[in-house]
């Protein structure tokens, strides 16, 4: 069985200031996948980035970045320069089996407030 | 436009009727979900599919059923004896093969509620 955790339910941050959003997993699986997507007020579903369990090197896609550490098994999302408009919901979620198409573990989200 | 599309947006219906949630995609990929969101919540699974005419339990499977007779088309059948049927439905995809194939793909979600 795999789990999600994430810790914190809210963040009220300051624009530009950079974020943090924690997540630690869970799983007995030796290949995974980790991932992190945004979901707005309107309800969908927005794909951020992601870690393979084997990838060496943090992964980074413009402002976000994914600080992996394996031995403690967290997956950290961070946001550089804050903006308004990245208020929103965001979920870490995972994934085994990654030879396979199972579906994604979420963890139960954190909601981010950027303040001007 | 290649994506995913849900319909309808939102749903009514009266508790003890069954009904379907529609799913399509034209992004060619094989595989496809369907998860449930609750307020507050992350989103669980509920059934899954990896090629035409198979398809798997997800966590809370109960109360639900699927079929994939396309591989475009995924839809999601919540019965009567769902007994908490109301909640934010959102349909994913994604490819077994070529880039990125850990990546997937959500509508835009059909919001259903019983009464």
């Known amino acids: 069985a795999q789990k999600i955790t994430q810790t914190q339910p809210g963040m009220f941050v300051q624009e530009k200031e950079a974020v943090t959003l924690d997540c630690t997993y869970d799983t007995s699986d030796q290949s995974y996948g980790l991932f992190w997507y945004k979901q707005p007020s309107s309800g969908e579903m927005i794909f951020l980035i992601y870690?393979?369990?084997?990838?060496?090197q943090n992964a980074t896609e413009g402002r976000y970045s994914l600080n992996f550490q394996k031995a403690r098994k967290s997956a950290n999302l961070v946001i550089s320069a804050s903006q308004l408009g990245d208020s929103a919901m965001y979920f870490c979620?995972?994934?085994?089996?990654?030879?396979?198409?199972?579906?994604?573990?979420f963890g139960k989200g954190t909601h981010l407030i950027i303040q001007p | 436009d290649g994506g995913i599309t849900q319909s309808p947006k939102y749903l009514f219906r009266k508790e003890g009727q069954n009904v379907t949630l529609s799913c399509e995609q034209n992004l060619n990929h094989d595989a496809m979900y369907w998860y449930r969101q609750d307020p507050g919540q992350g989103l669980r699974l509920i059934y899954y599919s990896q090629i035409v005419n198979d398809f798997q339990k997800g966590d809370i499977a109960e109360g639900y059923s699927v079929s994939r007779e396309k591989k475009e088309s995924f839809p999601l059948t919540v019965t009567s004896a769902q007994k908490n049927p109301t909640a934010f439905y959102l349909c994913?995809?994604?490819?077994?093969?070529?880039?990125?194939?850990?990546?997937?793909?959500f509508g835009p979600g059909t919001r259903l509620t019983v009464t």
């Open positions: 994913a995809s994604s490819p077994r093969a070529g880039h990125r194939t850990y990546e997937q793909y």
């Open positions: 870690q393979g369990s084997y990838d060496e």
């Open positions: 979620a995972m994934r085994g089996n990654l030879g396979g198409a199972d579906g994604l573990t």
